[in-house]
């Protein structure tokens, strides 16, 4: 049974920073792309950032470029989300996603995304 066990998730200020880790077990992990995705009260998830299986290829959505980092290890089936001067905009539920082996390419459509983690909240004040 695949598992996926998110944690980092609090209440910050504005202009901290928080990581995310998610950890992942049950599957094969080093062949899959993982990405981090997000869901704030009345809005739909959307996408937040990706890394390919190796993690040398990554996306972010716009709002969080040169604000947060994805990385993985894959010794250690885990995916982080570095969140450097959080927003009020950035608070949300947050999820870790993972494409099913072989699925090798990070995509920003929650669609492809097989196997999902429980969320973390993320809260930024003002």
């Known amino acids: 049974q695949v598992q996926m066990e998110e944690s980092g998730g609090g209440l910050v200020q504005l202009g901290s920073s928080l990581r995310l880790s998610c950890v992942v077990s049950?599957?094969?992990?080093?062949?899959?792309?993982m990405g981090w995705f997000r869901q704030a009260p009345g809005k739909e998830r959307e996408f937040v950032a990706a890394?390919?299986?190796?993690?040398?290829?990554?996306q972010y959505r716009d709002s969080v470029k040169g604000r947060f980092t994805i990385s993985r290890d894959n010794n250690n089936n885990t995916v982080l989300l570095q969140m450097n001067n959080l927003k009020p905009e950035d608070t949300a539920v947050y999820f870790c996603?993972?494409?099913?082996?072989?699925?090798?390419?990070?995509?920003?459509?929650?669609?492809?995304?097989?196997?999902w983690g429980q969320g973390t909240q993320v809260t930024v004040s003002s």
């Open positions: 890394t390919n299986f190796n993690g040398a290829s990554a």
């Open positions: 996603a993972g494409r099913r082996p072989l699925r090798m390419n990070w995509s920003v459509d929650s669609r492809d995304y097989d196997y």
């Open positions: 049950g599957r094969t992990f080093s062949t899959s792309a």
